[in-house]
């Protein structure tokens, strides 16, 4: 079985940023989930996300310019779930992750490994 799911989204979110009255986020993602075995599925996902911050001098008070804060966030990865027994579930996941933003040296790329063990009824 496989499954395709597309997701589209805007929020409207508080925010911390001196003077800034809110940030709006549009978000677009997709992901692919496949049952390779009974009891072994692989998931793709892959996200880009960007941030605009709402309010007065924001831009001047950050980025040294008037172009305004914004962000721009991409994210894609992919995971396993084997399932052991019918209450026991070992998980793996990579997910790289890069933003980019306005405000001088404030980019960043991360690779995030996980590995866990779920223990259901």
Do not use: C, W
């Not at 508080?14 to 677009?28: C, D, F, H, L």
């Not at 072994?40 to 804060?69: D, M, P, R």
């Amino acid at each position: 079985l496989t499954t395709v799911t597309l997701r589209g989204s805007t929020t409207t979110n508080e925010t911390t940023v001196p003077n800034a009255s809110g940030a709006i986020a549009r978000k677009a993602q997709v992901e692919i989930a496949h049952d390779l075995l009974r009891n072994l599925k692989i998931t793709g996902q892959a996200s880009y996300q960007v941030t605009s911050y709402q309010g007065e001098n924001i831009a001047s008070s950050f980025t040294g310019s008037s172009t305004g804060l914004n962000e721009r966030m991409i994210n894609a990865g992919v995971k396993a779930e084997y399932s052991l027994t019918r209450t026991v579930v070992v998980k793996a996941s990579y997910a790289f992750e890069r933003l980019k933003t306005t405000v001088p040296g404030a980019d960043y790329t991360a690779n995030i490994f996980l590995l866990g063990l779920r223990l259901q009824r």
